[in-house]
């Protein structure tokens, strides 16, 4: 079973930028559409950024403007570029293929005001 695995979270103070990566155990990220999601504390999980096959992207309202997908099909790669960050983006984030496999670990990010 393909796995994936997060990183690139970190402490950063508001306004300031990370960019996040998902590496695949596999090449999974060429047929099928990628999500990177998050959670806060005390909230449910939410989509923040979706990219299909085609390269199409879906962003949430709150991330639209300051957070950019992409794909490294070859490194078997999914990043998520974060600008602009602010404290209520404090959060764990994943990256999964909808209907696929499961959840990972997660990556921390923390804003500090």
């Known amino acids: 079973q393909v796995q994936l695995v997060e990183s690139g979270g970190g402490l950063v103070q508001a306004g300031g930028s990370l960019r996040l990566s998902c590496v695949a155990s596999g090449s999974i990220f060429s047929s099928n559409a990628v999500g990177w999601y998050r959670q806060a504390p005390g909230k449910q999980r939410e989509l923040v950024a979706q990219?299909?096959?085609?390269?199409?992207?879906v962003y949430a309202n709150s991330a639209k403007g300051r957070f950019t997908i992409s794909r490294d099909n070859p490194k078997n790669t999914v990043y998520l570029q974060m600008n602009s960050l602010k404290p209520e983006d404090t959060a764990v984030y994943y990256c999964?293929?909808?209907?696929?496999?499961?959840w990972g670990q997660g990556t921390q990010v923390t804003v500090s005001s």
């Open positions: 990219i299909t096959p085609a390269g199409n992207t």
């Open positions: 999964k293929v909808p209907g696929v496999g499961t």
